[in-house]
């Protein structure tokens, strides 16, 4: 068995570079308003940047896999960060987007496919399960900062709105996905301390985990209570709640009933 690991392997993908490359446009479009709609140009810079953070969330469980013993990830090509490699693509990337286009909310993905029985020891495990969601709470940390660095003098306003919600979306996916629920890496964090007996019946249920998650939060009262933490955790970072509510009024466009926000 060799335990070597091709250049090819670690290569970034070009559909990586061309979604890095359309969101960096969009976003240049939000700045300055080139956009003759502005809602469009938010629409594509956060939903861009929203499937950027998703590749570089199940490429944090990649790579830490390899270097906890699991060599397997570089030939299913989990290292270069496209998301067409996923084990599966329409829950890592299509249904996340959807979620965020129906809801404002950022439901986390799956998945790679971790072989575990190459790994040894239970720290390695939950840290391989930690590093994606800490990935969305890095990519909060950037969206974020102009704000709790008070550095948003000549910012415009469609970008700040853009960024608050974009901070709303990478939140929301990190505080779900560390949830200590089947299917989630909350729950593969705590899954090697627990005991093989109840390993087993869980394991049936691991596959309902996110749907669950979205059923669970149609619920008003749970809606209203999960959305009440979330943005007092973004108030501590210096956004208030009329910064992330515009940006998501921005970034639904189509629906002529969104409430206006001046973006300029």
């Known amino acids: 068995m060799t335990t070597a690991i091709k250049r090819s392997d670690r290569r970034i993908s070009p559909v990586f570079l061309a979604i890095a490359a359309a969101t960096t446009a969009a976003g240049w479009a939000t700045w300055t308003g080139f956009a003759e709609n502005t809602g469009l140009a938010v629409f594509l810079f956060v939903t861009g940047a929203w499937v950027v953070s998703l590749c570089l969330h199940e490429y944090a469980h990649a790579r830490t896999a390899l270097h906890s013993g699991d060599i397997s990830v570089g030939a299913k090509g989990y290292l270069t960060l496209n998301p067409l ?119 049936p249920f691991a596959p309902f985990g996110l749907l669950a998650i979205f059923a669970v939060l149609w619920i008003p009262a749970v809606n209203i209570a999960f959305f009440d933490a979330i943005h007092a955790l973004l108030r501590g970072l210096g956004i208030g709640e009329p910064a ?12 002529a009933d969104s409430p206006v926000c001046v973006s300029r």
């Open 85 to 203: 490699k996923y084990t599966h693509a329409l829950l890592s990337i299509v249904l996340p987007v959807v979620f965020v286009i129906m809801g404002g909310i950022g439901l986390p993905g799956g998945a790679v496919f971790i072989e575990r029985a190459r790994i040894r020891g239970r720290w390695r495990h939950s840290l391989i399960s930690a590093v994606g969601p800490l990935t969305n709470v890095a990519f909060a940390i950037v969206c974020t900062a102009p704000f709790w660095l008070d550095a948003l003098s000549g910012v415009p306003l469609s970008f700040r709105y853009a960024l608050a919600f974009l901070a709303l979306l990478q939140v929301t996916a990190a505080l779900l996905n560390f949830l200590p629920v089947p299917g989630l890496d909350g729950y593969g964090v705590i899954e090697p301390w627990l005991s093989r007996k109840i390993r087993r019946q869980v394991e």
């Open 244 to 255: 992330s509510f515009c940006g998501q009024s921005l970034y639904r466009f189509w629906q």
